[in-house]
């Protein structure tokens, strides 16, 4: 496995910094953490014009403290803001992985939550974090490390993903970095950042830790390398079994949030979707402008062809789970894939990306799929702290496959409204669903582009990724 644990169990101090040339941040922030888990945060931020600094949300107003607010002048060139935030406070008022949560001594919030977000400037500025710990407790973040600082850069703190904060298990995992799984590349790491808040059971915590690293393997063997190179992963306990509510939150780095039960075996959460739905919204940029149906449907139609090629599901069920469900999105095509509600997006956008995925390989004779699209854009820069306009990320598919699919795609069924019979696709496709099991016709007018589709085309062969009960 080409996977590496570098740090089993981190309960204290910071990561390892991954330094790198880039100009000096606008604003400096230093921020002291308390066992009390409260905050002492300290901004210096370069300004010849007055500054404000707002905190997102009304809710946590109450849990700001020794803060006059207001425009603040700037001092030879220097505006100074310092406060204080109740973060267990404000964590156990919220209690919801969506604003912050608390388990035993530890929180996971987006930044957002707590830091205040500086305004006056003509751009977003660049902010450099640096946070200290007492013993026993630690942070970490999806952004990049410069130094010992957390860059925020290119997007406003509101949108920079979570942030972990106080005591929890954290591990750092090496992972291939985006693209450099891809024939001819030079092979170079990125890290994935796990923390797992207090109340996993000993036996859970391990068989989690290896689910993840699994996961992001057989993620990185679809993308020809992982989604990003540096996430974090923030992983809540729930008192019932299973996996539950998944998260992703891109910004100036790329985090994802999952709840998982307290006490899980490795076959339950090996046998679910969540958290491989959720890395594949991590290798794409949000899609502006009742972009939802897109983004929905791609983690929805790429997440059991992942599975399926690191030999977790077969190729018969995914797609007796396409047959039965797709039919839920049938009704948004003639009212315009933007206008997708509730399920619509999921499956509306999943039936599209079917559409979308036998196009490129009609289009490419086979060369091409719409595995190339999606990482394509990611290597061009289109990543999961990106947000774009769907014409762009269009684009850039049409670039990565050297087609012209996706666009007239999105001509036909989102700006001309075009129906899809789903029948006689099945047809063509050679698909049917007999007595509860799935009959796939090779003989079928599309069989040869169906057969790439799930498990890869020819010589592209895909990878197994061993489940930890098989030799």
């Not at 996977?3 to 002291?32: E, H, I, K, N, S």
């Not at 006059?68 to 973060?87: K, M, P, Q, S, W």
């Not at 990125?190 to 915590?205: D, I, P, Q």
Request: charged share 20%; proline share 6%; glycine share 12%.
């Amino acid at each position: 496995m080409f996977l590496r644990t570098l740090l089993a169990a981190v309960l204290l101090g910071t990561v390892p910094a991954f330094a790198q040339p880039m100009p000096a941040p606008d604003c400096t922030v230093d921020v002291t953490l308390h066992e009390a888990l409260t905050l002492d945060v300290t901004y210096h931020c370069r300004s010849s014009q007055p500054l404000s600094f707002a905190l997102e949300g009304e809710r946590a107003q109450p849990f700001l403290s020794n803060f006059t607010g207001g425009r603040i002048e700037a001092v030879n060139g220097l505006v100074e803001a310092h406060y204080r935030f109740d973060l267990g406070g404000y964590a156990r008022a919220v209690d919801t992985p969506a604003e912050g949560i608390q388990r035993g001594k530890g929180v996971l919030m987006p930044i957002g939550g707590w830091l205040l977000e500086p305004r006056g400037y003509q751009r977003l500025p660049v902010i450099d974090i640096r946070v200290r710990t007492p013993e026993g407790m630690a942070f970490s973040s999806g952004l990049p490390k410069v130094g010992d600082a957390w860059r925020l850069a290119g997007a406003t703190v509101r949108f920079a993903g979570y942030t972990a904060l106080g005591r929890f298990e954290l591990h750092e995992l090496v992972v291939p970095a985006p693209g450099s799984l891809r024939p001819g590349q030079p092979k170079k790491d990125a890290v994935l950042r796990l923390a797992l808040l207090e109340g996993f059971t000993e036996s859970s915590r391990k068989a989690i830790v290896d689910w993840v690293e699994r996961t992001a393997q057989a993620q990185a063997n679809y993308w020809h390398g992982f989604t990003a190179p540096e996430m974090l992963v923030g992983l809540v306990p729930m008192p019932r079994s299973g996996v539950g509510f998944g998260r992703t939150q891109p910004g100036g780095g790329v985090t994802i949030m999952v709840e998982v039960g307290e006490t899980m075996d490795s076959r339950r959460l090996f046998n679910d979707w969540v958290l491989v739905h959720e890395l594949v919204h991590s290798g794409m940029p949000f899609i502006r402008g009742r972009g939802t149906w897109f983004m929905e449907g791609s983690a929805t139609y790429v997440e059991p062809i992942i599975r399926a090629r690191a030999g977790w599901k077969t190729e018969e069920a995914v797609w007796k789970e396409w047959v039965m469900n797709m039919p839920q999105g049938v009704g948004v095509f003639p009212r315009g894939l933007p206008a997708a509600s509730g399920r619509e997006n999921y499956w509306g956008g999943a039936m599209f990306m079917l559409l979308a995925d036998l196009a490129i390989r009609r289009e490419s004779n086979g060369a091409k799929g719409l595995e190339d699209c999606l990482a394509g854009a990611l290597w061009e820069g289109l990543d999961g702290a990106s947000r774009v306009s769907l014409d762009a990320y269009t684009q850039a598919c049409n670039r990565a496959t050297g087609t012209k699919a996706m666009s007239e795609l999105i001509d036909r069924h989102v700006n001309a409204n075009t129906a899809v019979d789903l029948d006689a696709l099945w047809k063509d496709l050679g698909v049917a669903l007999v007595d509860g099991r799935i009959v796939l016709d090779d003989s079928a007018p599309q069989a040869k582009w169906r057969k790439m589709i799930v498990m890869g085309p020819p010589g592209r062969t895909a990878k197994h990724v061993k489940l930890p009960w098989e030799p």
